[in-house]
């Protein structure tokens, strides 16, 4: 027994103060916790595996280009590639006809432009759509009119009733007169409206603006609307009796017999001074002034339509002397020339281009035809002029009226006034007096006919062809000439640069050419210079090692000559030279060393050079040239790329930069090697091939072992999804299979996927309807099973149709449908996330053949450029991308381009793009196996929740897009104890991992965050 002891009153006060100290503290923590956590809501979920569910195809990334490792562009001097797709209106055996405001892609293309071209012809028949002819163009004639269709006159006009004349009034609108004081407007070929004057005679001309119009009868009365229905007769003249014109100020020209001509406004019409006795035939409004002409030579100029004198400036003295015999009948005035026509066949135009230039200084140019028949009218086409003879014939000129060349084209009718109405519309009236209008269309002609049949209305029309010999220093402006291209490279003032195409060039089709424009020049320093502008962010990229290395091969013709090669623009200069080998291809090379610490000083405004410049005299050849970063030499992409794709680790790679069937790129771009980039045209103007072989972007999927995505756009060949087919799938023995040993891969590609997808599209926007789209669908699918190597692949291919149908029914024979969609703004809750996706689901098309099937649809390509960079969360960009799946969705692949501007630089160091490429991870791990069901069991809309299982392994990914932490639990049979979480916050960045203890064990996310569980297979 202790004895002596004694309780000490301090211990008690010290043990209570401690209690109190400890329990404030606990209260502090308590109180701070909360605060992080929120006012304590618990957000659960049941997360379960679903009875006969279909395994989702996976996730991935959509590539819309790759960064290649060369910083050079344009170093293989591809040729330049123009490709066009047009819809056949008709035809025979040997030639045919499409419109021919499609033909010239509004003014782009010249006449002839396509001479020569390859040409391609597809029918779609009962059984499918089907190549119909190839061919090559021999003829390519624009701006002729086809056959005209009548327009419906009312049926209460006499039977008898006749039209005579003809004029534009708008955009929208035409005018037409004809017996008994009869007017009608006509909009869209149909018949709006019908006036009349009192007055029995026939209308002799009529004039019209968007404002006003004017018209004069064969009994010279002079009648005028300003709302051009309502007519009321100004004026009355009995030999006034042939033209008139109307401008936007109201004043109205009256000309006719014996030189009479009447100006003025409609309350103050006069006779004008006219200084010639001549009758005069033809009056037209300019902007700054009116014409008149007639017979006998007479054009005459006036500024306010009230004095006039004669134009008398001829382009030369025989021109002055022939004048006197022509009769002038019609004027048409453009934004840069006047043309006349008459008798005899002549023609004149006047350039009025130069504002500077006062009339009486204008220069009459002469076409004297002596031909037999007599032009009546004159039409202004683009830099193209259409004629019509008193026969009713057309005849065409591309050289202001030099040459006319009679149209060949079957009109249907013999028209006696025509007009052009606009957008690629003729509109006339023919010999009896009826209205009608004809589209303006290309005739092409072929080099062999069809063995049977003949073209018809339906029929599609492709057509390619490269340019030779063209100027690379200067852009296109305007209609496509021997000299337009893009501009990558630029000279010195002398040195001349073209484009050769040569197959027989190192590397691919085409070479660079250097020449002087002066021969005298010789021994100079830098006699030849061409130089190209290096992006500074690009070439830091490249200097990871800090070595450049250049490749270039080069000829010369001539003995003597030095090539100099520097890197200018930095803190330091660097060059290399070398003495050129004459008459003969020879690779030259050189690495250079540059530390980084001379890219740091370069002034914002100071760009990097690389420069080449070769002394001596006589021409340079150059090809390949390269310039990239020696740790990349042997790979297509830069490292950063591949660091990319690496981290990202998806199942499913887009190759949308690889497309086959791109109409800006050459055919068959994907089988060439990655430095024999090339250039195409498209409406939306030169587009460069960056990295487009299909043997470095397959070889990048096979690196992160993912499945590939090849895209096969609407303008592919037969051929070349036949050496597509051979190239994936046949040995080496084969053409294609030895290509892509030599670009080194002997096994078949087929081999070393499990599955490839082929998604077939109209990206292009070729195709205008249903059928045709999913004809042309089943035509790529025909095209791979006609392959002798289908029967071993086809288990490994997957056919998607990608088409975008209007009637809502998918008709083709693909396994699955793919769609878009582009997030427009942050989804910061569950019912934001299903607005966004509202119109997906409506645009999904049925699929009639497979009305059971879970997942009909995949999403190709999921973006999110509209987003603002302020509102991008990690959560929203996972949440959209997973949100449908499992549901109508089974694969989503996000798109990486992430805008044009931003995705040029990679923006490797900002939080969107950590957010975007985190979210690509995430997905791209998430999706496999099964989709779990997941069922909120909370009121919880902020917070998204996806899972999958697959052979005894969970994953699960929890959204918190709002602004606060949420705490989450995942209730679930499935085992999840154990399982790893990786928390992001919502700028990507990665906060943590830990273990999840217990199977209901409480998740916490961070605003804008997102949390990724895996949990393998302990097996």
């Known amino acids: 027994m202790l004895t002596g002891y004694r309780v000490k009153k301090r211990t008690f006060v010290v043990a209570a103060i401690s209690l109190v100290v400890s329990i404030a503290v606990a209260g502090m923590l308590a109180l701070y916790a909360s605060s992080i956590l929120g006012p304590g809501v618990l957000h659960r979920f049941s997360l379960n595996e679903q009875q006969g569910q279909i395994n989702l195809q996976g996730g991935g990334i959509s590539l819309s280009r790759a960064d290649a490792t060369n910083l050079i562009a344009d170093g293989s001097f591809e040729p330049l590639y123009f490709r066009h797709f047009l819809n056949v209106y008709g035809g025979d055996s040997d030639s045919l006809t499409v419109s021919s405001q499609e033909a010239s892609a509004a003014g782009l293309y010249p006449d002839d432009f396509f001479i020569g071209a390859q040409v391609r012809v597809m029918s779609l028949t009962r059984e499918g759509l089907k190549l119909k002819k190839t061919a090559k163009a021999t003829g390519f004639t624009l701006n002729q009119p086809g056959i005209f269709q009548p327009i419906r006159l009312p049926a209460d006009l006499p039977a008898d009733f006749r039209l005579h004349v003809i004029a534009r009034a708008s955009e929208e609108s035409i005018i037409a007169a004809g017996d008994k004081g009869t007017i009608l407007t006509i909009a869209n070929n149909q018949v709006t409206s019908l006036a009349y004057v009192d007055s029995d005679s026939k209308f002799a001309s009529i004039a019209a603006n968007e404002h006003y119009a004017a018209a004069v009868n064969a009994d010279g009365e002079i009648y005028f609307a300003d709302d051009g229905y309502t007519w009321s007769k100004l004026y009355d003249s009995a030999s006034l009796s042939r033209a008139i014109a109307v401008n936007d ?220 010999d063209n100027q690379i220093s200067a852009p296109a402006t305007g209609n496509v000439t021997a000299d337009a291209g893009p501009v990558f490279w630029k000279s010195n003032e002398h040195t001349i640069l073209d484009r050769v195409v040569d197959e027989s060039a190192p590397a691919g089709s085409g070479y660079l050419s250097l020449s002087s424009d002066d021969d005298s020049k010789s021994g100079l320093s830098g006699d030849l210079i061409i130089y190209q502008e290096i992006n500074s962010d690009n070439l830091a ?145 030169w587009l460069k091939s960056d990295a487009y072989d299909l043997a470095s972007a397959l070889d990048l999927v096979y690196q992160v072992d993912a499945v590939p995505w090849i895209v096969i756009d609407s303008a592919a060949t037969e051929e070349e999804i036949a050496n597509l087919t051979e190239y994936l799938a046949a040995p080496v023995s084969e053409p294609y299979g030895k290509l892509r040993m030599e670009q080194g891969r002997a096994v078949p590609w087929t081999e070393a996927f499990a599955r490839i997808y082929i998604e077939i599209n109209d990206d292009n926007s070729l195709f205008s309807d249903d059928r045709l789209r999913s004809a042309y669908v089943n035509w790529i699918i025909e095209q791979v099973e006609a392959s002798p190597y289908y029967l071993q692949i086809k288990n490994r291919l997957v056919f998607v149709d990608a088409m975008t149908y209007n009637q809502g029914l998918m008709l083709s024979s693909a396994d699955f449908h793919a769609s878009d969609i582009n997030v427009e703004s942050a989804s910061d809750n569950v019912f934001e996330l299903e607005q966004t996706y509202a119109g997906y689901w409506s645009e999904i098309p049925r699929n009639p053949d497979k009305p059971v099937q879970n997942w009909p649809e995949m999403l190709r390509k999921i973006s999110f450029d509209d987003v603002p960079d302020s509102e991008r969360k990690l959560a929203s960009l996972v949440a959209a991308s997973l949100y449908d799946l499992s549901d109508q969705t089974g694969l989503a692949l996000i798109d990486l381009s992430d805008g044009a501007v931003k995705f ?53 990914v929890i959204c918190n897009s709002s602004s606060m932490p949420a705490a989450c639990q995942l209730v679930s049979e499935l085992p999840l104890a154990g399982a790893v979480l990786h928390k992001y916050d919502s700028t990507g960045k990665l906060i943590g991992t830990e273990k999840l203890r217990r199977n209901d064990g409480h998740i916490t996310v961070l605003p804008g965050g997102v949390v990724y569980l895996e949990r393998l297979d302990s097996r």
């Open 249 to 468: 100020d109201s004043r109205i020209v009256a000309v006719g017999s014996d030189g009479l001509i009447i100006s003025g406004k409609p309350d103050d019409l006069q006779p004008a001074y006219s200084p010639t006795k001549n009758s005069i035939n033809c009056v037209a409004t300019l902007a700054d002034g009116w014409l008149a002409a007639g017979n006998e030579g007479t054009i005459l100029y006036s500024k306010g339509g009230v004095i006039w004198r004669p134009l008398n400036k001829f382009s030369d003295s025989e021109a002055q002397n022939t004048s006197i015999d022509i009769n002038w009948q019609a004027i048409d005035v453009s934004e840069k020339r006047i043309m006349l026509s008459g008798s005899n066949g002549s023609s004149a135009w006047i350039d009025i281009s130069d504002t500077s230039i006062s009339p009486d200084n204008w220069i009459i140019n002469y076409n004297y035809a002596s031909e037999a028949n007599s032009f009546i009218d004159v039409l202004t086409i683009d830099e193209q002029y259409i004629t019509l003879d008193n026969r009713g014939l057309f005849h065409i000129s591309h050289d202001n009226g030099s040459n006319w060349q009679q149209a060949d084209l079957d009109t249907g009718i013999l028209p006696k006034s025509v007009i052009y109405s606009g957008d690629g519309i003729i509109t006339g009236i023919d010999s009896e007096g009826k209205l009608a209008y004809s589209q303006l269309v290309a005739g092409i002609t072929l080099d062999s006919p069809l063995q049977e049949g003949q073209y018809q209305t339906g029929d599609i029309l492709y057509l390619s062809k490269m340019i030779n």
């Open 904 to 956: 040029d630089a990679w923006q490797f160091g900002t939080d969107s793009f950590i957010g975007l490429r985190v979210a690509a991870e995430i997905v791209s791990q998430a999706v496999v196996g099964n989709a779990c069901k997941v069922t909120r069991l909370s009121d919880s809309d902020e917070i998204f929740v996806f899972g999958s299982t697959d052979n005894g392994s969970v994953r699960a």
């Open 541 to 685: 990229k490249q200097l990871s090692d800090n070595v450049l290395r250049f490749t270039g091969w080069f000829l010369a013709e001539n003995t003597n000559m030095v090539l100099s090669v520097s890197l200018q623009g930095l803190t330091k200069e660097v060059s290399v030279s070398f003495e050129l080998t004459a008459d003969k291809w020879r690779k030259y090379s050189h690495a250079f060393v540059i530390p980084e610490a001379w890219l740091l000083d370069i002034p914002d405004n100071q760009t990097a050079r690389f420069v080449i410049s070769i002394e001596g005299q006589g021409r340079v050849l150059a090809d390949n040239i390269q310039l990239l970063s020696a740790a990349d030499g042997a790979q297509a992409y830069t490292d950063e790329y591949h660091d990319l794709i690496n981290r990202i680790e998806p199942s499913v790679i887009r190759l949308q930069f690889n497309k086959v069937g791109d109409m800006s790129v050459v055919t068959e771009s994907w089988a060439k090697s990655q430095e024999q980039a090339g250039f195409g045209y498209t409406k939306q103007g």
